[in-house]
């Protein structure tokens, strides 16, 4: 298979720099929202049961999917056409890890497909802005759910600068169950969607033991236990076995990473209904030079990890663990991770093809909890879609070239006629 900063990097990277044009186009319009649209001659794949509906046509009405018929329907005066000539529809793609902490970052996350995406851990809350700019309807972006700062020991100075309340725990750190609360109703007080903490320490960074665990399972419940007065679910990064295993005991919702986990904790995982987030494709980042690592040791690291991450997801699979797909990226210039490398990555390990489609659109979409309102083409759902000129399910690779995505009903990249 092809790393990421091989054929499928060079793919990645030559169609961010096509779709310069687009992004300014997608910024100056981002505030005209469309009375509807109509595509036609649509083969629609229901993610769900991996059924292709031939020749359909899918009727969207404001920023909501009106329905999708089998037989011609005639579209409304002044309503947008177009005819997709047999090509194939999906929902837009769900990243359920990224760190997109600017503009420029979420329109590349949204011209690659991506039309959800969960941060886990900015600066200076800018994940929390973004979203509101969406809401509001200035940008054009990704819908994003945001998770303010990583929790850790050794946190951001950010956080203490947009939280000065917090100031008596820069010497100590974030430790101990009542600062921890403390903590997460500082992120709560932001209106976080979801609370990341580090249950082990990072992978990326030359100095940090992804192994160590960093909190006790205390420790971890106070955090779930603050979350949940609020009804906000808790992510927990955890490459060790022993910080994974105190994060699943103590309630979290999902593991981020998840290389070294056990048999045991995975078993644990299951029947909890913890979901797994391996992030595969970013480890193979972390093994060649440029990207978003560029450290000799993290190769040395990365040579490692990677195949041990890739039997932990296929151990994870088997056992009956549910997999949701992600980059792990910010989507920054250099980045050369997209989230059709994680794919093909998750069917390296054992998924078919529907399923880890289904990794980035309905499952995640349950993981997120927001499946009654996306993940699928269905109607009443909200109208985020892609086109691909193959059927993925078929041939996976063809969602590196998506050409054209729909965020909100509106055409936000259009690359039919190019």
Not at 295 to 322: C, D, W, Y
């Amino acid at each position: 298979m092809y790393g990421p900063k091989g054929y499928l990097g060079v793919i990645a990277v030559a169609l961010a720099a096509a779709l310069g044009s687009g992004i300014s186009r997608a910024a100056q319009a981002s505030q005209e929202r469309p009375a509807g649209l109509v595509l036609r001659n649509a083969n629609v794949i229901d993610v769900a049961s991996g059924a292709v509906v031939r020749n359909a046509t899918v009727v969207v009405s404001g920023t909501r999917i009106e329905r999708v018929a089998s037989t011609r329907v005639e579209a409304p005066a002044g309503v947008r056409e177009v005819d997709l000539g047999g090509k194939f529809v999906l929902p837009g793609l769900i990243d359920a890890h990224v760190h997109i902490s600017n503009l420029d970052a979420a329109r590349r996350a949204l011209l690659s497909g991506v039309t959800t995406a969960r941060s886990m851990g900015t600066g200076n809350f800018a994940d929390v802005g973004l979203r509101e700019l969406l809401r509001a309807g200035h940008i054009d972006a990704p819908e994003i759910l945001a998770a303010g700062y990583h929790i850790r020991p050794d946190p951001a100075d950010g956080l203490f600068l947009d939280a000065p309340e917090l100031g008596d725990l820069i010497a100590s750190g974030l430790k101990g169950t009542e600062a921890l609360r403390r903590a997460v109703r500082v992120m709560l007080a932001h209106r976080v969607d979801f609370i990341k903490v580090n249950a082990t320490e990072r992978a990326g960074t030359p100095q940090t033991d992804p192994r160590k665990p960093l909190y006790s399972e205390e420790e971890l419940r106070a955090i779930v236990e603050e979350a949940r007065t609020r009804g906000i679910p808790v992510a927990a990064h955890a490459h060790g076995d022993e910080g994974g295993r105190a994060a699943v005991l103590a309630g979290v919702r999902s593991i981020e990473h998840g290389t070294f986990l056990s048999d045991s904790t995975l078993r644990l995982m299951a029947s909890r209904g913890t979901y797994l987030v391996p992030t595969i494709a970013v480890v193979t980042d972390l093994t060649l030079p440029g990207g978003d690592y560029d450290n000799a040791g993290l190769q040395i690291r990365g040579r490692f990890m990677l195949p041990r991450l890739r039997e932990t997801a296929s151990k994870a699979h088997r056992a009956g663990v549910k997999i949701v797909a992600a980059t792990d990226t910010g989507y920054g210039p250099n980045s050369v991770v997209r989230l059709s490398h994680e794919l093909e990555e998750l069917v390296g390990v054992g998924l078919t093809p529907l399923q880890a489609i289904q990794s980035a659109t309905t499952v995640a979409a349950e993981l997120l909890g927001i499946q009654d309102r996306t993940g699928r083409v269905a109607p009443g759902l909200e109208a985020d879609l892609i086109v691909v000129e193959r059927n993925p399910l078929e041939e996976l690779r063809t969602l590196q070239d998506v050409l054209m995505v729909v965020n909100n009903g509106k055409i936000v990249l259009d690359r039919l006629n190019w």
